[in-house]
């Protein structure tokens, strides 16, 4: 006896259930881009590295069009730099790009500091401090990664208090150069609380209505990246590219 067919429910596509979930299958490319670039940017792989497409192959288990995908996304990113009849290395920082980052990152911080000023609640205030103090503890922890977590969180935390999330998307899609310098910085002795004093001095001016105050405090923070690239450029040479028609200061001998 033949079973009856159950009955399809309206505007449903054949073979598809209307409430089966479809599941998410992400590229190989995707997966390889994604992973290399977190690598990249978090100086797991530094600059000058060689990228070797067999070796990934080899590591994901796939072919090497969707490795070349990756590759070729990163070179766009400028994260790496392809060289032909040589090989893909990790692309090092361009001091240019970087004081061009700073300079870019410090406008936009701007507006959503005198926003924040302007617009930001009692409560959101006070996430801002609980944030300002898991970086305290992260610090004296010595924690780096969970700190630079929680720096981007406080960043983040000011543009949305403002009321302009998407300038904080913003800055990220410029910043990539920018977080390589800073994962150099971090470990320097003392950086971490540094930092989180200079946070709780922009939040203070917040918190009082200050809005010059706090732009003048969040001007000092990123500015510190800047004067100290001279010192990172000479104790990591290799990492950078130095271009004298741009660059103020030439490296150390």
Not at 50 to 63: A, D, F, K, N
Not at 70 to 97: N, Q, W
Not at 99 to 106: G, K, L, M, P, S
Not at 219 to 229: A, G, M, Q, V, Y
Request: hydrophobic share 40%; aromatic share 6%; glycine share 4%.
């Amino acid at each position: 006896m033949q079973r009856a067919r159950k009955s399809r429910a309206r505007n449903a596509p054949p073979g598809v259930h209307r409430h089966s979930p479809i599941p998410h299958i992400e590229k190989n490319s995707e997966i390889v881009y994604r992973d290399l670039r977190r690598d990249i940017i978090e100086m797991r792989i530094p600059p000058g590295t060689p990228i070797i497409e067999r070796e990934l192959t080899e590591r994901y288990g796939i072919s090497r069009t969707p490795v070349r995908e990756a590759v070729l996304r990163l070179a766009e990113d400028r994260l790496v730099d392809v060289v032909p009849k040589s090989g893909t290395f990790v692309a090092r920082i361009s001091l240019s790009v970087l004081r061009e980052a700073i300079v870019a990152r410090r406008a936009l911080e701007e507006v959503t500091v005198r926003a924040a000023t302007d617009r930001a609640t009692e409560s959101q205030i006070m996430e801002i401090r609980a944030i300002v103090q898991r970086q305290q503890e992260m610090a004296d922890a010595g924690d780096e990664e969970t700190f630079h977590r929680a720096d981007e969180d406080f960043h983040a935390a000011i543009a949305a208090a403002g009321g302009y999330p998407g300038i904080w998307e913003m800055i990220q899609q410029i910043r990539v150069q920018v977080e390589r310098y800073r994962r150099l910085t971090l470990p320097q002795k003392g950086r971490m609380h540094l930092i989180v004093k200079e946070h709780r001095a922009v939040l203070d001016a917040i918190a009082r209505r200050d809005a010059d105050k706090a732009v003048e405090r969040m001007n000092e923070h990123l500015n510190k990246l800047r004067l100290d690239i001279a010192v990172f450029r000479d104790l990591w040479p290799n990492y950078f590219i130095y271009d004298p028609a741009v660059d103020e200061d030439p490296p150390a001998e």
